[in-house]
């Protein structure tokens, strides 16, 4: 059982990465191109981004309200570019409430406009997960590492093979960790039922 969910989540939301436009050369001054979102094989939305110039883009889009209501929105929004460690820049939105710098922007249905997930009070489903779920996620995790497809607790620790592409003090490692993970999992279930942990 997990915790009562405190927020929106980001899953849950159109938005803008600017990674992704960088790859498309949509940040190319002078460029206009057009960002689109399917649901299936049906167009359910799009966006026209207007490239000023290094620094600034235009969004021109329409905004569709749940009462059917339409606001024809035109904005601009900031762009910095920060060095990277092996070269090159990499691009980030400021955001246009806040100005901080943002790697995408969600699209809000109550105002029309983009913003960063600071502002819009989103965050991701997995920052809403019990810690027992989380852990459960990472020994999971590790068993795929060790190539194994029973689940939690299978098969047992002890009948564990090492992976022939894994080097032997790195397996023995992932088995110190993963046997972490689990008793942990058992003591967060345990707690949960209000069972005395093993």
Excluded at 82 to 95: A, L, N
Excluded at 104 to 126: D, E, I, Q, V
Excluded at 170 to 186: G, K, P
Aim: charged share 20%.
């Amino acid at each position: 059982m997990g915790r009562r969910k405190e927020k929106n989540t980001l899953e849950h939301y159109r938005d803008l990465p600017i990674g992704v436009l960088n790859r498309a050369g949509a940040l190319t001054a002078g460029r206009s191109s057009v960002q689109t979102w399917w649901r299936g094989r049906k167009l359910v939305a799009s966006i026209g981004i207007f490239s000023v110039s290094r620094e600034l883009v235009r969004l021109n889009y329409q905004s569709q309200y749940r009462n059917g209501e339409s606001i024809q929105q035109d904005y601009s929004v900031p762009i910095t570019w920060t060095p990277c460690h092996m070269g090159g820049e990499r691009p980030w939105f400021s955001c246009p409430d806040c100005c901080r710098r943002a790697g995408s922007l969600y699209l809000l249905p109550t105002t029309g406009r983009f913003t960063c997930r600071l502002c819009a009070g989103l965050n991701y489903a997995s920052q809403q997960q019990s810690r027992a779920n989380t852990l459960i996620d990472r020994a999971h995790k590790l068993r795929t590492l060790l190539g194994c497809s029973g689940g939690l607790f299978r098969p047992p620790l002890h009948e564990l093979d090492k992976p022939r592409h894994m080097r032997c003090p790195t397996f023995w490692e992932t088995l110190h960790q993963l046997n972490n993970l689990e008793q942990q999992v058992v003591a967060e279930l345990s707690a949960g039922l209000n069972l005395p942990s093993l």
